[in-house]
């Protein structure tokens, strides 16, 4: 029972539009960042897994809500292309709305990166969702 309220419309909505809006807020913001991390493209690492995360946030509302008749491959397809484009447009925002970040073509990559994992994740664990779905 507890799934089921887990993977209702609007709890699923809920956690889609609070996710959408931090990664908008951390593409966007000024951020400030109170330690040095000593990890080369780290930034990249963070790129990784907030997509590999959005991915799957998208993925569970296109999938779960009861009020879409989504198929496992419909919204999995659907949830690449729309963090695909998302991270796309973040990085273009950065360049014209601020002028303290700039676009990377490397982040996309790295946005890419993630969806895809994302994807891979999620087609291994298909027939487990699918049985999650039909309860």
Known sequence: ???????????????????????????????????????????????????LIFTIVWFAFLFFSKKRKETFKQSIVK??????????????LQTLLTNYRSSEWYDVLANTSGIVFAVVLLKIFENKLIRIKEK
């Open 1 to 51: 029972m507890v799934i089921k309220r887990l993977l209702g419309h609007k709890f699923l909505l809920a956690v889609l539009l609070v996710y959408s809006t931090l990664i908008t807020w951390a593409s966007l913001a000024r951020l400030i960042i109170p330690f040095k991390v000593g990890v080369q493209g780290s930034d990249k690492i963070g790129h990784f897994v907030a997509y």
């Open 79 to 92: 949830s690449a292309i729309i963090c695909f484009l998302y991270g796309v447009l973040m990085e273009l």
